[in-house]
């Protein structure tokens, strides 16, 4: 599946990567210091260990332009791309104590987000052909929330919520605390025009739901045959999203339902960075 033509990247991509050089580099980088004259320049290849899609390059770049502004790129694939293991992925050229100083926190980047990026396109080629999109969740890692997203997004996956603030998700904690799906979205609609969404927990709640005017509603950890029932149940008056633990193995199956989506925290939230490999050019 070819990733979308245009991905926005998040407006704090740069407090990101400063972050992560400021952990990393602390008072200074002592070993390239030490080693290396200020005026050494050096070129570096990246390659790829494993069959990947590839995500982050926004941050790889960014790293090593706060290094060293001059640095040069040459990327011989895009974005998205899926690639085959032992493939190179850029050369660099720039000063060689920058190069050394970023490597780790570059390829951390490219890593972690290529492997979102790869898991994530799994999941979805799995439901491709049916009317289902896969959807990102709040399990994230702390502090990479926006980066992780994109890479979802690269991923071919649709954005969730952000966070707390874009959208109102009534789940079962709230409704332990209200006492009733009416009530609840009662409340939330009275508060103005914002997004609303509810998850119910059996078939009685689903009904109960609709009946109040619900218009997204979350079905968590409904067996296959209660989803194949609240598609029915629900005649297009709602849209459906399958959610909870959802192995890979039964995402076509759950696809195949009739949901509109299903959302997995297992695309940010067991994360497995992909094998990189950088290296300097004697």
């Given at each position: ?180 799906v009416a009530e609840a979205l009662a409340r939330a609609f009275a508060q103005g025009p914002v997004s609303v969404v509810i998850e119910v927990e059996n078939l009685g709640q689903l009904a109960q739901a609709i009946e109040a005017g619900a218009s997204w509603i979350l079905l968590d950890n409904f067996p296959l045959e209660d989803l194949r029932v609240a598609v029915r149940e629900t005649r297009g008056r709602a849209r459906l ?42």
């Amino acid at each position: 599946m070819a990733p979308p033509s245009v991905i926005d990247v998040p407006d704090d991509l740069t407090d990101t990567v400063n972050r992560a050089l400021a952990e990393d580099l602390g008072s200074g980088d002592l070993t390239a210091q030490w080693l290396i004259t200020p005026e050494q320049r050096a070129v570096a290849t990246v390659v790829v260990r494993e069959h990947s899609v590839i995500a982050g390059m926004p941050w790889f770049e960014a790293t090593f332009r706060s290094l060293d502004p001059g640095v040069r790129f040459s990327w011989q694939i895009s974005e998205g791309d899926l690639v085959d293991a032992d493939a190179c992925l850029v050369e660099i050229e720039g000063a060689a104590r920058a190069l050394l100083s970023g490597e780790r926190t570059a390829l951390n980047f490219l890593q972690l987000l290529s492997g979102t990026a790869t898991v994530t396109r799994r999941y979805v080629e799995a439901v491709a052909g049916t009317r289902c999109r896969i959807l990102d969740t709040r399990k994230t890692l702390p502090g990479l929330r926006s980066a992780q997203k994109y890479a979802t997004r690269v991923g071919g996956a649709t954005n969730h919520r952000q966070g707390l603030y874009d959208a109102v998700l009534i789940k079962e904690n709230h409704l332990a605390c209200v006492g009733d799906v009416a009530e609840a979205l009662a409340r939330a609609f009275a508060q103005g025009p914002v997004s609303v969404v509810i998850e119910v927990e059996n078939l009685g709640q689903l009904a109960q739901a609709i009946e109040a005017g619900a218009s997204w509603i979350l079905l968590d950890n409904f067996p296959l045959e209660d989803l194949r029932v609240a598609v029915r149940e629900t005649r297009g008056r709602a849209r459906l999203e399958a959610s909870g633990g959802m192995a890979f193995a039964e995402i076509r199956s759950v696809a195949e339902t009739g949901v509109d989506f299903i959302s997995v925290g297992a695309l940010t939230k067991h994360v497995r960075a992909i094998d990189l490999s950088m290296r300097i050019k004697t």
